[in-house]
């Protein structure tokens, strides 16, 4: 039977929804914000460490905004409406990418600097029908891992193959394994799209893709990367686009090595997709049971009576400033609180008794059963503090 994270979110107290703040509108819990904020900071890092300089926009922008950028010609149906004020027509915008053009614009750019990879963690609205709405994989505001790069034509075949590496990083760390790579096609009377597409082929040179005519995004083709849920539905979890037209429509440019004006090529990308989609998918392939480093809690210790308290504290403060998120268990009989963690799915459990207090050391036990042998309390945070890395 297919896990559904619906059920097993609330469960493990991950996120929950309430009718006051409305469908498709979930909040999350501190477990779950806990392991939201560990894959956000590794992201954050991964990019940082490859180029990228991360920027925060806003989550509004005028209408004529998005008639420029053309959003709202071809999407204004899954806007949510205009809000007045002061003369104004302010719109939740459905995409990151109108804002990054003009702060790409906001400066003067050389080919030197080019190129340029603009990155953000943001908020984007999507006015999704009550029916459709569920969970965390539908929903009406979402956190989107997004990113534009802004380059050179000549480069942006090679741009495009190294995101495919990193999103390929970025999965394996995640324990994802995409199911298919989709390129995207559009109609043929496009300006610009024979060279979109000609770049997107020649980064996906050597990975197996099939073709989905008409299924591109309205101002360029893209590459989506499929992944499948345990019930065997396949759906889009990160996507690169190359996009020509938005760079004309706000007039973005860069001098260039000989001298003159050149227009960039501006990609998008998102190795991950909406943090939201992304754990409706963590939940159901791991089941709740997610690797240490993004597990909301990573270790509980468990002392087996009230003696052994000191001891559990001094575990606790070395995992905390070690890094770790800990708790402390004492509440009922030790084999209830054993249970208690291996339900609520903590990779591990740290048991100090009688036999280990008094020489400073602690029994680790993993969720799946496995024992390791006492060992001091220093080793021990150590062992998990490596194990913890991504």
């Known amino acids: 039977m297919a896990i559904d994270h619906r059920k097993l979110g609330r469960e493990l107290d991950l996120f929950d929804s309430d009718p006051l703040i409305g469908a498709g509108l979930p909040f999350w819990l501190p477990a779950g914000a806990a392991a939201r904020h560990a894959v956000e900071s590794y992201l954050y890092d991964l990019e940082r460490r490859n180029g990228y300089?991360?920027?925060?926009?806003?989550?509004?922008?005028?209408?004529?905004?998005?008639?420029?950028?053309?959003?709202?010609?071809?999407?204004?149906?899954?806007?949510?409406?205009?809000?007045?004020?002061?003369?104004?027509?302010?719109?939740?915008?459905?995409?990151?990418?109108?804002?990054?053009?003009?702060?790409?614009?906001?400066?003067?750019?050389?080919?030197?600097?080019?190129?340029?990879?603009?990155?953000?963690?943001?908020?984007?609205?999507?006015?999704?029908?009550?029916?459709?709405?569920?969970?965390?994989?539908?929903?009406?505001?979402?956190?989107?891992?997004?990113?534009?790069?802004?380059?050179?034509?000549?480069q942006a075949a090679a741009e495009v193959a190294e995101v495919l590496r990193l999103m390929r990083e970025a999965h394996r760390a995640l324990?994802?394994?995409?199911?298919?790579?989709?390129?995207?096609?559009?109609?043929?009377?496009?300006?610009?799209?024979?060279?979109?597409?000609?770049?997107?082929?020649?980064?996906?040179?050597?990975?197996?893709?099939?073709?989905?005519?008409?299924?591109?995004?309205?101002?360029?083709?893209?590459?989506?990367?499929?992944?499948?849920?345990?019930?065997?539905?396949?759906?889009?979890?990160?996507?690169?686009?190359?996009d020509h037209h938005q760079p004309a429509a706000f007039d973005l440019e860069y001098a260039n090595a000989e001298g003159g004006r050149s227009r960039p090529v501006m990609i998008h990308r998102s190795l991950v997709g909406s943090m939201e989609r992304l754990f409706a998918h963590l939940i159901e392939v791991h089941e709740g049971a997610f690797p240490l480093w993004y597990a909301p809690v990573q270790l509980a210790v468990l002392p087996v009576a009230e003696a052994e308290d000191p001891a559990a504290n001094e575990l606790a403060r070395a995992a905390i400033e070690a890094g770790l998120r800990v708790e402390v268990l004492r509440d009922g009989s030790i084999g209830a609180r054993v249970r208690s963690s291996a339900e609520r799915k903590i990779p591990y459990a740290g048991m100090i008794g009688?036999?280990?207090?008094?020489?400073?050391?602690?029994?680790?036990?993993?969720?799946?059963g496995r024992r390791l042998e006492p060992m001091p309390i220093a080793a021990a945070v150590a062992l998990l503090s490596e194990e913890a890395k991504p």
């Not at 609205?125 to 000549?154: C, K």
């Not at 995004?217 to 019930?231: L, M, N, R, S, T």
Request: aromatic letters at 8%; glycine letters at 10%.
């Open 175 to 242: 324990g994802i394994e995409p199911s298919s790579y989709q390129l995207s096609l559009g109609g043929s009377n496009k300006r610009d799209w024979p060279e979109a597409e000609r770049l997107l082929r020649e980064a996906l040179d050597g990975i197996d893709y099939v073709e989905a005519p008409g299924e591109a995004a309205f101002y360029g083709p893209k590459i989506d990367v499929q992944i499948a849920d345990p019930a065997g539905r396949e759906w889009t979890l990160a996507t690169i686009q190359v």
């Open 53 to 154: 300089q991360h920027v925060y926009s806003p989550a509004l922008g005028k209408r004529q905004l998005y008639e420029l950028s053309g959003h709202w010609r071809s999407f204004a149906e899954d806007m949510f409406p205009p809000m007045p004020m002061g003369g104004d027509e302010l719109v939740l915008r459905p995409s990151l990418c109108p804002h990054h053009a003009l702060m790409y614009k906001s400066r003067g750019r050389s080919y030197r600097d080019l190129p340029l990879r603009m990155g953000e963690l943001g908020g984007m609205y999507r006015a999704e029908r009550s029916g459709v709405v569920g969970g965390l994989s539908r929903v009406r505001a979402m956190q989107l891992n997004d990113a534009h790069i802004f380059s050179p034509e000549s």
């Open 354 to 368: 009688r036999r280990e207090a008094p020489d400073g050391l602690v029994a680790l036990r993993h969720r799946d």
